[in-house]
């Protein structure tokens, strides 16, 4: 037992554990559950810097347990798995602080935690998984204990949402449980290598390992959101403002859209599916669900389901830069899971700020909400202003480097796609904008007396400077971009 | 070197543009969000003309960009809004048409010194698309006819001293990056060249016939703008279709600009000077806007006349030049007459109703400072005869005809002309998409029936299966199929 072996295992453990004794801990005790739940993510950060380190300098990262004859169950670190890792890791911490203060006072607060907690888990382990076995099983412990957090209210609207969640996920699981089935079947073991691992079989399953991979993506795309799997994600806005912000920038949606990825780069290969001709569908799918989510976003009232649709849109634009074959769209597409986590965590945390102070829950009450709410609203306008790329926010980098991998790929219909989404973007966050900031507004007592409290006020204020910092800052050395470049590079090394 | 002439006029159109409304703005109820767009504005815009290389241009041509619309709305009317709304539709198409062309550009080079821009796009694979992407980017910005509807709505509505700002600099950043990024002297763009010639003496005429009908001297300042952008654009037609010229084009439209900034910000500015002021503050504030009025009409011995000479150098070197020179004197009368009006309006009312005192001294800066440029060496041709006699003609046919207008004013066309008719013509299809939207959402709900029709059948269907399955688990069931196993059992045994 190395430290190397351990690690791995350590990352899963740090929300695993405290998730156990958060279960058993009575419902009164919120101070000790909160001094956990912050001591477990501050160690998590430590453990992924510590891996992180490790990764740079070349060290192999590993924990394999015998599972199945054939098919061991593997948590190892890459550099994929640990960009996945840190956002999960650092919006985590914002997360539970933000919601530590949202739910002050709301009952039935240790079960939330503790599932809380357990869905961070399973993230990690989707993160952190080395073969199709070991994702595919935490995949489903995250749609598992991601339910109580949906139906978490316990009105009949959010019931409704979790009967949804849970057809739409379940489904997608058999799918891609029968795809991973299947391709254990053919392959006899399928891990997670760069440059994918089926290449041999093309020449005598053509067909067969086509229908696979696209069992697999549409197994992934429920929870990725593509069109027209997307029907659960706009009915779970009922949940709390925190799941909500989770679901959307780190845990259910981005573990489809990294699983799209790792089946694309790391299962199949990049090179190899593009032989098989799977990526150019794939590539349209994505781009249908930028513009049709955009659409959809456009014609909503409700600001949650309005940024529920935005995040349909964006995260079909990690497939798209996935699905585009070039060293550059795969930075664009791989760089977006980190900037539209921050991005779109900053714009649920703004919302739910306005929804718990103000009652805003429609894009109409939003008229001078920014004299009443200043620091919200400016953390609003950056995540809003990042959507829709305005430099420097972390949406330019992205939608700069998808555009140029498009045009490096051939691809130049791919930039009709990106302008569409810039303009829909524009279209429904600029007027929310100027009625926030423009209409006068009724401010009562000092500039931040209407303002939330600190606790949901810091972690959105924390997120939407990363979301600068992530742009601004991107050229430097630790920058999520330069991280993409990393994979990118190691991805398409022949 | 001519491109430092964009930051001389920044500077001294911004500075004074922020003395005056430090008065302006004395009581606004909101003026503090109108200083922090102000300044983000300014501060784009002096990052636009310094930027080293390609990525800090577009960050700071995007700030100032979308900082600007907090400046055209400030007032908060509908007017306001809208003005801002069809500015930012526009500013944001811009915005994508620029974006576009520079991932054609650079690609992953995102830092190409600007130094090195020109020549990379003369040598880009898809020169002559990126070379229309650059055209029509920056054009949203200069207010090139077509893409000018924006301006006469948004430049009016500002604050005066914003609206200085936005028609004296802010323009001018559209021109900036035309002569940054076109690759004038790098080749040849006939096309491209001939169609921003013909565009741009569009303009020139289109601006000075719509802005000649104006009721309000700020509108009309803003059509003058849109003209004398024209006169820029046909330099660079000229640059594009004939490399020899490049020089020439760009220390043309660099004068242009340095002299069109100063003169129109000096005008937008003397429109708010005080109605409580003294007597003597007032013939100042006359004489002052009568002499940037010159200018702008490209009277004798006025930095207007300067630039039109520089212009004329470049008109000459065009293949078309006799025909070209003709129709920039043809201009210099619509500038004129545009120039009259102006006064007229802005002089007749003693200014707009709702202002405060402004300063009087940086005003007089913007109005003063174009005179250096007539005594600079290269100059010289100005005091010719030939040149004094070309350029008073257009200028008193200009006053004849703008004292006429005054005396008789035709009938207004709507600021912001071909989207009045875009939007009238929306106005009139709204029915009929108000009949599609009503029919789809006709055909969303019959399949809503449809579909919960077919859902009921199945689950009544499952239903049936179910009483089934629940008539089965009952004893009678049970009993029933003992009963029937037992009479198969002794069919089958009795008999042995």
């Known amino acids: ?494 | 070197m001519s491109m430092r002439a964009f930051l001389v006029l920044t500077v001294i159109v911004w500075t004074s543009a922020a003395w005056s409304a430090h008065g302006y703005l004395r009581d606004a109820p909101n003026r503090l969000s109108f200083w922090v767009f102000f300044a983000l504005t300014m501060a784009g815009n002096l990052g636009a003309v310094l930027a080293p290389d390609v990525i800090s241009f577009y960050v700071s041509y995007a700030v100032m960009t979308f900082a600007a619309y907090g400046l055209v709305v400030h007032e908060r009317t509908p007017a306001a809004f809208r003005a801002g709304r069809v500015y930012v539709t526009m500013a944001l198409a811009g915005e994508l048409l620029l974006l576009a062309a520079f991932v054609l550009l650079v690609g992953t080079a995102i830092n190409l010194p600007m130094g090195q821009v020109p020549a990379a796009v003369a040598a880009a694979p898809r020169r002559d698309l990126l070379v229309t992407l650059l055209l029509l980017g920056f054009g949203i910005k200069a207010g090139a006819v077509p893409l000018h509807v924006w301006l006469p709505l948004a430049h009016p509505v500002a604050p005066t001293p914003a609206s200085a700002v936005l028609s004296g600099a802010m323009i001018k950043a559209g021109l900036f990056g035309w002569l940054s990024f076109l690759p004038l002297g790098h080749g040849t763009l006939g096309t491209h060249g001939s169609v921003c010639v013909v565009a741009g003496f569009v303009a020139v005429f289109f601006g000075a016939v719509v802005g000649a009908t104006q009721r309000d001297a700020k509108t009309t300042l803003a059509y003058s703008s849109i003209s004398q952008m024209g006169l820029a654009t046909v330099a660079i037609g000229v640059g594009l279709s004939s490399p020899a010229s490049a020089d020439a084009v760009f220390s043309a439209v660099a004068l242009f600009a340095l002299h069109h900034a100063l003169a129109k910000g000096a005008l937008f500015l003397g429109v708010a000077v005080p109605v409580g002021a003294s007597v003597g503050r007032r013939r100042i504030r006359a004489l002052g806007m009568f002499l940037a009025a010159l200018a702008i009409g490209g009277a004798p011995f006025t930095s207007g006349a300067a630039a039109k000479l520089a212009l004329h150098g470049v008109v000459v070197r065009s293949s078309a030049a006799p025909t070209l020179d003709w129709l920039l004197s043809l201009g210099a009368i619509g500038s004129t007459v545009l120039m009259v009006r102006v006064l007229a309006l802005a002089l007749a009312r003693n200014g707009e109703a709702a202002q405060r005192s402004s300063a009087m001294a940086p005003w007089l800066v913007l109005v003063l400072f174009p005179w250096l440029l007539i005594v600079a060496p290269g100059a010289r041709p100005l005091f010719s005869w030939a040149h004094v006699w070309s350029s008073t003609w257009p200028a008193a046919i200009g006053v004849g005809v703008g004292l006429r207008l005054c005396q008789r004013p035709p009938a207004r066309v709507p600021a912001g002309d071909v989207l009045e008719v875009v939007s009238v013509a929306a106005r009139g299809l709204k029915p009929t998409l108000a009949r599609l939207l009503l029919a789809s959402q006709a055909a969303v709900t019959r399949f809503r029936t449809r579909r919960a029709r077919f859902l009921a059948r199945w689950t009544a269907r499952i239903g049936r299966i179910d009483r089934a399955e629940a008539a089965l688990s009952s004893f009678g069931a049970v009993g029933a199929l003992a009963l029937f196993l037992i009479v198969v059992l002794l069919l089958v045994v009795v008999p042995r």
């Open chain 1, 1 to 494: 037992m190395t430290a190397e072996n351990v690690l791995p295992v350590g990352v899963l453990l740090s929300s695993l554990v405290p998730a156990l004794i958060i279960f058993l801990l009575p419902e009164q005790r919120h101070g000790t559950r909160t001094a956990l739940n912050l001591f477990a993510a501050v160690t998590k950060l430590v453990l992924t810097a510590v891996i992180g380190w490790g990764v740079v300098h070349h060290r192999r990262y590993e924990t394999r347990v015998r599972f199945l004859p054939g098919a061991d169950l593997v948590l190892h670190a890459d550099p994929f798995s640990l960009l996945f890792v840190t956002l999960s890791a650092v919006l985590w911490l914002a997360t539970t602080i933000y919601a530590v203060g949202y739910l002050e006072g709301s009952p039935q607060r240790s079960r939330f935690f503790g599932f809380f907690s357990l869905c961070v888990a399973s993230t990690m382990g989707i993160a952190l998984a080395g073969n199709l076995l070991t994702f595919f099983i935490f995949y489903e412990m995250l749609t598992l204990s991601t339910y109580p957090l949906v139906v978490h209210r316990g009105t009949p609207e959010s019931l409704h949402a979790g009967d949804v969640y849970l057809a739409y996920t379940m489904t997608g699981a058999a799918l891609l449980f029968a795809g991973t089935a299947s391709l254990y079947a053919l392959a006899g073991s399928v891990e997670f290598v760069a440059g994918g691992s089926v290449g041999p079989l093309v020449a005598g399953h053509r067909g067969a390992l086509m229908l696979i991979f696209f069992a697999l993506v549409a197994g992934l795309g429920v929870k990725a959101a593509l069109f027209p799997l997307h029907g659960w994600l706009p009915l779970a806005m009922v949940a709390p403002a925190p799941v909500s912000a989770l679901l959307h920038a780190v845990a259910v949606v981005k573990a489809g859209a990294f699983g799209i990825t790792r089946v694309v780069y790391d299962v199949y290969g990049v090179r190899v599916a593009e032989e098989l001709g799977v990526m150019r569908p794939l590539a349209f799918v994505a781009a249908a669900t930028v513009v049709f989510g955009s659409v959809m976003a456009l014609a909503q009232r409700d600001l949650k389901r309005r940024l529920a649709y935005s995040t349909v849109s964006q995260v079909s634009l990690i497939v798209l830069g996935v699905a585009i074959v070039g060293t550059v769209s795969t930075i664009g597409g791989v760089v977006h899971l980190v900037h539209q986590g921050l991005m779109k965590i900053t714009l649920f945390f703004a919302a739910g700020n306005l929804a718990e102070k103000l009652h805003v829950t429609r894009v109409d009450q939003m008229r001078g909400v920014g004299r009443r709410m200043p620091l919200t609203m400016l953390a609003f306008t950056i995540g809003a202003l990042g959507m829709i790329g305005v430099p420097p926010i972390a949406g330019f980098v992205t939608k700069w480097y998808l555009g140029i991998g498009a045009i490096e790929a051939g691809a130049s219909w791919a930039i009709a796609i990106l302008a569409a989404s810039t303009a829909l973007n524009a279209a429904y966050f600029l007027p929310l904008l100027r009625d926030a900031w423009f209409e006068p507004a009724e401010t009562q007592g000092g500039i931040l007396a209407e303002e939330a409290t600190l606790s949901l006020v810091l972690p959105t204020v924390f997120t939407a400077t990363l979301s600068i910092a992530a742009g601004a800052l991107a050229a430097s050395g630790v920058s999520p971009l330069a991280w993409a470049k990393l994979i990118a590079t190691r991805e398409y090394q022949p």
